[in-house]
């Protein structure tokens, strides 16, 4: 592995450690064309998100531009670039849900969270997001806490829901 570059992107041995398995995953997946994304979901596997500096490892070391790996890491909602809390709440804003009052959903996440769509709570419990679709248009609007899906989900019922985390 290529030192000078670990250098500049490690802060501590942690850091040099999830590097160093980031880059054993791109020595297994990298003759695999198409094989980024993958590559991605593994590396926010071992980091928990994707920041700059592991952007940067990912595309020094599979020797493509830095502007293709950011590209994929911003187009996809599932990628994160700044530490997520425990639980990720996504709330669908696709058509169905957006129509049967999604927005309503977010303000009042947004209230009784304290914080603003893309961000996580102080005490680092909820990270609050948007999904496109979860698979439940048939009862919108939808939410979705970790892999667990709520339908029909009525803004009064949302404190109950978050009081089980
Ligand atoms: S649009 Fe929300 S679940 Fe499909």
Known sequence: MNEAILNTLCEDEKDEKQL?????????????????????????????????????????????????????????????????????????????????????LVEKLEELLGI???????DGKFSFEVARCIGACGLAPAIMIDSTVYKQVNPNRLEDILSQY
Request: charged letters at 20%.
């Open 116 to 122: 603003q769509l893309g961000d996580t709570t102080d």
């Open 20 to 104: 160093e398995q980031i880059a054993n995953v791109i020595d297994h997946y990298k003759k695999d064309p198409g094989s980024l994304i993958q590559i991605l979901h593994l590396s926010q596997e071992i980091c928990g998100y994707l920041p700059l500096k592991v952007q940067k490892f990912i595309a020094h070391t599979m020797e493509i531009p830095l502007a293709d790996v950011s590209g994929v890491v911003s187009f996809y909602s599932f990628f994160a670039t700044r530490p997520r809390g425990q639980h990720i709440i996504r709330v669908c804003m696709g058509t169905a849900c957006y129509v049967r009052g999604g927005k309503k």
